[in-house]
């Protein structure tokens, strides 16, 4: 007989863990350590990174109305961008390079081939640390990209973003309107 999963909320997990500890008696733990295991229990390393996990969570309803999967991830990404929406270095984490890589494939044109000087072209003005093969060819192993063999001809696959890559491209993409507006206007000036 399968069961049927039971949700649990609690408004704060401090009275949770105090409530806990007084049905516990004298075999309660400490109230930290009892803290520390229903973060466990709850999929998290500790009381810490369940905050953490939180607060990330607040920060990106504000910005975007998108069910974040894990917002830690999403706000790591976003630390790796300047304000201008430009990538600043590679990150070193396979996961935060793969949601990085999302903001780049937004920017480049659905259904239309491009050859590699225009891609280089293209991800020349979204990153700073001047190494578009790399990009290229990571957006190709993550089926981003494709290319013909002899690499005259690159698109974009399309395909649907996940939950973390569509909040890091809204962000990142208003970091770019901001960056074409300022232009904009320095122009006019």
């Not at 400490?30 to 939180?54: D, K």
């Not at 259904?111 to 190709?140: C, K, S």
């Not at 649907?160 to 890559?165: D, K, R, Y």
Request: charged share 25%; hydrophobic share 40%; with cysteine.
């Amino acid at each position: 007989m399968t069961k049927t999963p039971l949700p649990l909320h609690a408004d704060d997990m401090t009275a949770f863990a105090r409530a806990l500890s007084r049905q516990l008696g004298e075999a309660s733990p400490s109230h930290l350590t009892l803290m520390n295991m229903i973060a466990r229990a709850a999929g998290f390393q500790n009381v810490q990174h369940m905050r953490a996990a939180s607060a990330a969570a607040r920060r990106l309803d504000n910005q975007t109305g998108d069910t974040v999967v894990d917002a830690r991830s999403v706000e790591r990404t976003l630390q790796q961008f300047d304000e201008s929406g430009r990538l600043r270095q590679w990150p070193s984490r396979r996961s935060i390079q793969t949601l990085a890589l999302w903001a780049l494939w937004a920017t480049l044109p659905a259904n239309r081939p491009l050859d590699e000087r225009q891609v280089n072209d293209r991800f020349a003005d979204e990153h700073l640390f001047g190494d578009a093969a790399t990009l290229r060819r990571t957006m190709i192993s993550c089926g981003l990209l494709s290319r013909n063999r002899d690499g005259t001809c690159y698109r974009r696959i399309e395909r649907q973003p996940p939950a973390e890559a569509k909040a890091v491209i809204h962000a990142v993409s208003a970091r770019r309107r901001a960056r074409a507006t300022a232009g904009t206007e320095k122009q006019h000036a």
